[in-house]
C-alpha cells in the first residue's frame, strides 16, 4: 500500500467528516481524477437555472391568485348583468302597456314644456317693448284739460266751455249708480284684478274664436293707461306698454282714484269727456242726480261713443242701456224690482246740437273770460248775473214773434 495512494483516500474522508473543501481551479490535473468539482460556468447556469425556476413558480402562484380571484368576481358581474337586463325590459313593459294614461302623461309633459317657452317668449317680448319706454320715475300722470263753468245768478249752469265740456266728480259726488253701471259692463272683476284681467283675455279669445261678439279684454285700468300716454294705434308694442302702465297705475293709485280719473276722462261723445259733461249733454243735469236707467245709457256709451250716442240714435243707446242694466243684475248691484222699474222708462232724447239763449250767453262769456284772464290752466268757475228763466222766456218769445211773421210773409196757396 503506497503512501499516495492514500493520500486522497484520507482527504476524501475528512471532506465527507464535515469540512468544506474548496475546489481548486489551477495547475495541473490527472484526469483520470475522480474527485468532484464545479466549473465557474456551471455556477453561473446553474444559478440562472434556479432564478427562472422561481420565477415560473412565482408566475404560477400569481396565475392561481388571478384565477381565484376572477371566481370570485364573476358571481358579482353575473348578478348585476342580470340586473342591468331586467332594468333594460322593465322601460319596454311601461312602454307597451302605457296605454292612455301614457299618452296623457306625455301630453301633460309637453303642454309643460310649451308653457315654459311660451312664459320665456312672453317674458323677452315684455323686456324689449319696456326697454324702449321712459323711467317710471318720469311718469306723471298728465294734467285734465280745464273747464269753465258758467253759472246764472241763482247758481244753476248755463254752459260749460272747454275740451272736455264739463267739470271732474269724485265719486262721492257722482250718482251711485254711475261707477256701478261701468264697472258690471267695461270691467266686473274690477276690485279683485291688479291691472290685467287673465280671466277676461282668456274668456274674450274664447268668444272672439267662437265667432261671437268681439271683446277685447282690456280692464278699467288698461283703458285709462292707453287714454292717459299712448295713440289708439293696435301694435303689439303699444300693447305691451299698456300693459306695464297698467301695472304702474294700480301700484301708484287706489282702485277708487283710478275708477274716478276714469270717469272724469274717458269720451263720451258728442265731444263729451267725462260723465259730468256727458250727463249735462244728454239729460240737462249733473252727474250727481241722474237715475238708474240714465246712469246705464251713460255706460253703455263707452263701447262706442258717437254710434251709440242718444242725440244720434236714440234706439241703439236704450238697447245697448238695456244690456247694462241686465249685467247689472247679473253682477249683483241692483234688484229685480230696480231692473224693471229702470226698464219702463221712456228712452233719453237729447238735441243733435246744443242751442238756445244760454248758449248765446256762455259764448258771450267767454270772450270776457278771454280777455280778463286770457286762457285758462285750470278749472274755472264764472258767476254772472244772468238769469235763465229770464232769458229762456225771452227765447221763447223771439221764436213766436219769428214764426208769426215767417206766416205773414208767406202767400197761402192757390186751390
Same mark, same amino acid.
Given at each position: 500500500?503506497?503512501?499516495?495512494?492514500?493520500?486522497?483516500?484520507?482527504?476524501?474522508?475528512?471532506?465527507?467528516?464535515?469540512?468544506? &473543501?474548496?475546489?481548486?481551479?489551477?495547475?495541473?490535473?490527472?484526469?483520470?481524477?475522480? *474527485?468532484? +468539482?464545479? $466549473?465557474?460556468?456551471?455556477?453561473?447556469?446553474?444559478?440562472?437555472?434556479?432564478?427562472?425556476?422561481?420565477?415560473?413558480?412565482? $408566475?404560477?402562484?400569481?396565475?392561481?391568485?388571478?384565477?381565484?380571484?376572477?371566481?370570485? @368576481?364573476?358571481?358579482?358581474?353575473?348578478?348585476?348583468?342580470?340586473?342591468?337586463?331586467?332594468?333594460?325590459?322593465?322601460?319596454?313593459?311601461?312602454?307597451?302597456?302605457?296605454?292612455?294614461?301614457?299618452?296623457?302623461?306625455?301630453?301633460?309633459?309637453?303642454?309643460? @314644456?310649451?308653457?315654459?317657452?311660451?312664459?320665456?317668449?312672453?317674458?323677452?317680448?315684455?323686456?324689449?317693448?319696456?326697454?324702449?319706454?321712459?323711467?317710471?320715475?318720469?311718469?306723471?300722470?298728465?294734467?285734465?284739460?280745464? /273747464?269753465?263753468?258758467?253759472?246764472?245768478?241763482?247758481?244753476?249752469?248755463?254752459? /260749460?266751455?272747454?275740451?272736455?265740456?264739463?267739470?271732474?266728480?269724485?265719486?262721492?259726488?257722482?250718482?251711485?249708480?254711475?261707477?256701478?253701471?261701468?264697472?258690471?259692463?267695461? *270691467?266686473?272683476?274690477?276690485?279683485? +284684478?291688479?291691472?290685467? *284681467?287673465?280671466?277676461? !283675455?282668456?274668456?274674450?279669445?274664447? /268668444?272672439?274664436?267662437?265667432?261671437?261678439?268681439?271683446?277685447?279684454?282690456?280692464?278699467?285700468?288698461?283703458?285709462?293707461?292707453?287714454?292717459?300716454?299712448?295713440?289708439?294705434?293696435?301694435?303689439?308694442?303699444?300693447?305691451?306698454?299698456?300693459?306695464?302702465?297698467?301695472?304702474? !297705475?294700480?301700484?301708484?293709485?287706489?282702485?277708487?282714484?283710478?275708477?274716478?280719473?276714469?270717469?272724469?276722462?274717458?269720451?263720451?261723445?258728442?265731444?263729451?269727456?267725462?260723465?259730468?259733461?256727458?250727463?249735462?249733454?244728454?239729460?240737462?243735469?249733473?252727474?250727481?242726480?241722474?237715475?238708474?236707467?240714465?246712469?246705464?245709457?251713460?255706460?253703455?256709451?263707452? %263701447?262706442?261713443?258717437?254710434?251709440?250716442?242718444?242725440?244720434?240714435?236714440?234706439?241703439?243707446?236704450?238697447?245697448?242701456?238695456?244690456?247694462?242694466? =241686465?249685467?247689472?243684475?247679473?253682477?249683483?248691484?241692483?234688484?229685480?224690482?230696480?231692473? %224693471?222699474?229702470?226698464?219702463?222708462?221712456?228712452?233719453? %232724447?237729447?238735441?243733435?246740437?246744443?242751442? =238756445?239763449?244760454?248758449?248765446?250767453?256762455? *259764448?258771450?262769456?267767454?270772450?270776457?273770460?278771454?280777455?280778463?284772464?286770457?286762457?285758462?290752466?285750470?278749472?274755472?268757475?264764472?258767476?254772472?248775473?244772468?238769469?235763465?228763466?229770464?232769458?229762456?222766456?225771452?227765447?221763447?218769445?223771439? /221764436?213766436?214773434?219769428?214764426?208769426?211773421? &215767417?206766416?205773414?210773409?208767406?202767400?197761402?196757396?192757390?186751390?
Amino acid at each position: 500500500m503506497s503512501l499516495n495512494g492514500g493520500m486522497p483516500a484520507r482527504m476524501a474522508a475528512k471532506g465527507k467528516s464535515g469540512r468544506r &473543501v474548496e475546489p481548486s481551479f489551477g495547475g495541473a490535473r490527472d484526469e483520470s481524477d475522480d *474527485d468532484f +468539482h464545479l $466549473d465557474a460556468d456551471d455556477r453561473i447556469a446553474g444559478t440562472a437555472r434556479i432564478s427562472k425556476r422561481a420565477r415560473r413558480d412565482d $408566475d404560477d402562484e400569481d396565475q392561481e391568485e388571478s384565477l381565484d380571484r376572477r371566481e370570485r @368576481v364573476r358571481p358579482s358581474r353575473d348578478t348585476s348583468s342580470r340586473q342591468a337586463s331586467s332594468r333594460k325590459v322593465k322601460p319596454e313593459k311601461r312602454r307597451s302597456g302605457g296605454g292612455i294614461f301614457g299618452g296623457l302623461r306625455r301630453l301633460v309633459y309637453w303642454c309643460i @314644456v310649451l308653457c315654459i317657452w311660451g312664459a320665456i317668449g312672453v317674458g323677452g317680448v315684455v323686456l324689449y317693448y319696456g326697454s324702449k319706454m321712459p323711467s317710471a320715475s318720469s311718469w306723471v300722470i298728465p294734467d285734465r284739460p280745464p /273747464n269753465i263753468k258758467i253759472e246764472s245768478v241763482d247758481g244753476s249752469v248755463l254752459a /260749460n266751455r272747454g275740451a272736455t265740456g264739463g267739470e271732474a266728480l269724485s265719486l262721492e259726488e257722482m250718482s251711485p249708480y254711475l261707477p256701478e253701471a261701468v264697472v258690471a259692463i267695461e *270691467d266686473r272683476r274690477f276690485y279683485s +284684478h291688479f291691472g290685467v *284681467d287673465p280671466l277676461g !283675455l282668456a274668456r274674450a279669445f274664447v /268668444n272672439n274664436l267662437l265667432g261671437r261678439s268681439v271683446q277685447g279684454g282690456s280692464t278699467i285700468t288698461q283703458q285709462l293707461a292707453k287714454n292717459l300716454f299712448l295713440s289708439p294705434e293696435r301694435t303689439l308694442e303699444r300693447k305691451v306698454q299698456e300693459v306695464l302702465l297698467s301695472f304702474w !297705475l294700480e301700484h301708484e293709485f287706489t282702485k277708487d282714484q283710478i275708477l274716478a280719473m276714469y270717469l272724469n276722462r274717458m269720451y263720451f261723445g258728442s265731444n263729451t269727456y267725462g260723465v259730468e259733461a256727458a250727463s249735462r249733454r244728454y239729460f240737462n243735469k249733473s252727474a250727481r242726480d241722474i237715475n238708474l236707467g240714465e246712469a246705464a245709457t251713460i255706460a253703455g256709451l263707452l %263701447k262706442a261713443p258717437s254710434r251709440l250716442s242718444p242725440a244720434r240714435d236714440p234706439e241703439a243707446a236704450e238697447a245697448r242701456a238695456q244690456v247694462v242694466l =241686465g249685467t247689472m243684475r247679473e253682477v249683483g248691484f241692483i234688484t229685480d224690482s230696480d231692473l %224693471k222699474k229702470a226698464m219702463s222708462q221712456p228712452p233719453a %232724447k237729447a238735441k243733435s246740437m246744443l242751442s =238756445g239763449a244760454q248758449q248765446y250767453a256762455a *259764448d258771450m262769456v267767454m270772450d270776457e273770460v278771454k280777455r280778463l284772464i286770457g286762457e285758462p290752466k285750470k278749472d274755472v268757475v264764472v258767476q254772472t248775473t244772468i238769469d235763465e228763466r229770464l232769458e229762456t222766456a225771452a227765447d221763447k218769445a223771439l /221764436n213766436d214773434i219769428l214764426k208769426r211773421k &215767417v206766416a205773414r210773409s208767406t202767400p197761402p196757396r192757390q186751390p
